[in-house]
C-alpha cells in the first residue's frame, strides 16, 4: 500500500460528491433545466396546448399525459440503474484501496421498484388532478394546469425533482453500504462522511464531515436541513452530495483532523459572513 488507503478513499468521496451533483444535473435541478424532468415536462406542456386543435381535447389530453408517463419511467429507470451501479462502483473502488476484493454487485430491486412507484405516483396525482379540472371545462393550456410566468400550476417540476434527487443518492449509497458490509465483515473497518468543502455545502454535511461511525451504527447529525438526527447512509437531506468512505483508523495520520478543522473552518467563516467559495472543492478546505 504505497499510498494511504483512507486516503485514496477521502479523495475518491470528493470524486462522488461531483458524481451525485452531476445525477442531479441530468435529472433536472433549478440550475439545470435541460435535465430529463424538466424535458419532459416542457414537451408535455407543449402537448397539452396543441390538443386545443384536436376535435376531442379530453381524450388528447389523456394521450399527453400518458406519452409523459411512459418517458418518465422509462428515463427514471435509466437513472435509477446508473445510481445503483454508481454505489458499486464506488464500493468496489474504495475497497481495491485497501486490497480488498469486492463480492458480487449488489442489485437492489424491491427498492429500487419502490423508488420508481413512489416518483411515477408523484406523477399520477399531477395528471389526475389536471384531468379532473379538465373534465369539469378547464382548456388543457389553463394556466392552473400548466403554468405562467408567475405559477407553477399543477405541473410542477418540483414535486419529481426533489424525490428524484432523494432516491438516486439513497440508492446509490444503500448499494455501496450492502457491498461493502457483504465484502469485508469482521475486519473492523468503520464509515465516514466526505464533504466536498464549496460554497454548497451545507451545514448539516459541514457539521457532520469527518464524523466516523461503526458500518452499522448512525450518523448523528446537528445541523440544517436534515431528514433525521441519526441516520445510515447518506442523502441526510433533498440534494445532498455527501459521500460515505471506507474508514481504518490504522490510516488515520490526521485526516480526520485536518477535515474537521477545514470544516470548522468554513462554519466559522460563514458566521462572520463570508462566503468563500473552493475550487476546486476537497476534503480540506
Not at 53 to 72: G, K, Q, T, V
Not at 135 to 150: E, F, K, S, V
Not at 212 to 219: S, T, V
Not at 272 to 280: C, L, N, Q, V
Request: aromatic letters at 8%; proline letters at 4%.
Amino acid at each position: 500500500m504505497a499510498v494511504n488507503p483512507l486516503l485514496q478513499a477521502i479523495r475518491s468521496g470528493v470524486r462522488a460528491n461531483e458524481s451525485i451533483g452531476a445525477m442531479f444535473a441530468t435529472l433536472g435541478t433549478g440550475e439545470h433545466t435541460r435535465g430529463i424532468i424538466p424535458s419532459i415536462y416542457r414537451s408535455g406542456k407543449a402537448s397539452l396546448i396543441a390538443t386545443l386543435e384536436s376535435p376531442n381535447p379530453e381524450d388528447s389530453a389523456r394521450a399527453a399525459f400518458a406519452s409523459m408517463r411512459r418517458e418518465l419511467d422509462s428515463e427514471l429507470r435509466s437513472l435509477i440503474s446508473n445510481a445503483e451501479a454508481f454505489g458499486n462502483d464506488e464500493a468496489a473502488r474504495q475497497l481495491s484501496y485497501y486490497e480488498i476484493a469486492a463480492g458480487s454487485a449488489i442489485t437492489l430491486s424491491t427498492q429500487s421498484q419502490d423508488a420508481l412507484d413512489a416518483l411515477l405516483s408523484r406523477f399520477d396525482a399531477q395528471s389526475a388532478s389536471a384531468m379532473g379540472l379538465i373534465a369539469a371545462g378547464l382548456q388543457p393550456n389553463d394556466p392552473m394546469i400548466i403554468g405562467d410566468d408567475d405559477r407553477a400550476g399543477i405541473l410542477r417540476t418540483g414535486d419529481l425533482l426533489g424525490a428524484g434527487a432523494f432516491w438516486l443518492a439513497f440508492l446509490a449509497w444503500s448499494s455501496w453500504g450492502l457491498l461493502i458490509t457483504r465484502s469485508a465483515p469482521g475486519m473492523g473497518f468503520q464509515k465516514q462522511v466526505v464533504a466536498a468543502l464549496d460554497n454548497r455545502t451545507t451545514d448539516c454535511c459541514l457539521r457532520a464531515h469527518g464524523q466516523i461511525q461503526p458500518l452499522d451504527g448512525l450518523f448523528e447529525l446537528t445541523g440544517e436541513p436534515r431528514y433525521a438526527s441519526k441516520m445510515d447512509w447518506t442523502p441526510f437531506h433533498f440534494y445532498c452530495r455527501s459521500a460515505v468512505v471506507l474508514y481504518s483508523s490504522a490510516f488515520d495520520d490526521g485526516l480526520t483532523e485536518r477535515m474537521r478543522a477545514a470544516a470548522d473552518l468554513v462554519l466559522s467563516e460563514r458566521a462572520s459572513g463570508i462566503w468563500r467559495d473552493r475550487d476546486p472543492a476537497d476534503a480540506f478546505g
